[in-house]
T-cell receptor, first 112, second 114 residues
């Protein structure tokens, strides 16, 4: 069974402080991992995927297969980063499943 | 380019009734996934449709059913509504099933069952 755990429901940080949103997953194999974000009054949207290894809006995430983690990080938080963040897992292509599994989400609040 | 749209925005139903929710996928997308998001939870996968065929199903009972039409729009039907079905129902489309990671979400339909 595939499972995604986000241990923090709410994370509050001051503007300019580093941010780390935690995500752990459970899957027997090599899944794809993603971060989705939902800003206030906007739709859920893809922020980044581990394969692309990109930095989006200053955020990065490294897949640690040993610890089965995919934490989202940003060195200096901005007020506009305040949003709901969801970690998500997708089985690898060829596994026969296209089920995207989400964690429960972490609400990030950046204090001015 | 038109985004994913869903209708209705809100609706209220009584326990035992049936409901149909609708979704129009983004232009050029042939895959639609449906999710249930209860309060304080992440979206939970219900099922996916690819080229009018069900292409995967989450842990939901058979009273949750769906359809996809030739224009790739989709419906979610829920029979014998229960109080626990109260949730936000999200529809998401992707270019094809193999790119299910990049899902474009609609605004959702808020269903309240009383």
């Amino acid at each position: 069974a595939q499972r995604v755990t986000q241990p923090e429901k709410l994370l509050s940080v001051f503007k300019g402080a580093p941010v780390e949103l935690k995500c752990n997953y459970s899957y027997s194999g090599s899944p794809e991992l993603f971060w989705y974000v939902q800003y206030s009054r906007q739709r859920l949207q893809l922020l980044l995927r581990h394969i692309s290894r990109e930095s989006i809006k200053g955020f990065t995430a490294d897949l640690n297969k040993g610890e089965t983690s995919f934490h989202l990080k940003k060195p200096f938080a901005q007020e506009e980063d305040s949003a709901m963040y969801y970690c998500a897992l997708l089985p690898p292509l060829g596994a026969g499943s296209y089920q995207l599994t989400f964690g429960k989400g972490t609400k990030l609040s950046v204090i001015p | 380019e038109t985004g994913v749209t869903q209708s209705p925005t809100h609706l209220i139903k009584t326990r035992g009734q049936q409901v149909t929710l609708r979704c129009s996928s983004q232009s050029g997308h042939n895959t639609v996934s449906w999710y249930q998001q209860a309060l304080g939870q992440g979206p939970q996968f219900i099922f996916q449709y690819y080229r009018e065929e069900e292409n995967g199903r989450g842990n939901f009972p058979p009273r949750f059913s769906g359809l996809q039409f030739p224009n790739y729009s989709s419906e979610l039907n829920v029979n014998a509504l229960e109080l626990d079905d109260s949730a936000l129902y999200l529809c998401a489309s992707s270019p094809w099933a193999g790119e299910s990671y990049e899902q474009y979400f609609g605004p959702g339909t808020r269903l309240t069952v009383t």
